[in-house]
């Protein structure tokens, strides 16, 4: 089994930021990439930001230029660095993990529980 463990969300005011952590443990071969997504209430879950094995990077364009996607030195942690929030970025944030798993060696889909955010004076 794995597991996603999240931390990091809150409420901040417009204009702040915050930083997730996601952590991924279990029987993980390797990673093919990590990322996060948000669902506002009422809409779908999308993509906020993704990091793939190669270190390449990928954002959604309501995001560029503000948030940043980056990997811890430890091994399968993922963090989203949030700058110059607005109120239309209050959303549940999923990090998501997509690797192969031991034994069985078969690609993966994994969520974590979510962590609130919200942005609000």
């Known amino acids: 089994q794995v597991q996603l463990v999240e931390s990091g969300g809150g409420l901040v005011q417009p204009g702040g930021s915050l930083r997730l952590s996601c952590a991924a443990s279990?029987?993980?071969?390797?990673?093919?990439?990590m990322g996060w997504y948000r669902q506002a209430p009422g809409k779908e879950r999308e993509l906020v930001a993704v990091i793939i094995s190669d270190g390449s990077t990928e954002y959604a364009d309501s995001v560029l230029g503000r948030f940043t996607i980056s990997r811890g030195n430890a091994k399968n942690t993922v963090y989203l660095q949030m700058n110059s929030l607005k109120p239309e970025d209050t959303a549940v944030y999923y990090c998501?993990?997509?690797?192969?798993?031991?034994?069985?060696?078969?690609?993966?889909?994994?969520w974590g529980q979510g962590t609130q955010v919200t942005v609000s004076s």
């Open positions: 279990g029987n993980i071969f390797t990673v093919n990439a």
């Open positions: 998501n993990l997509n690797s192969r798993r031991l034994p069985d060696m078969r690609q993966y889909n994994d």
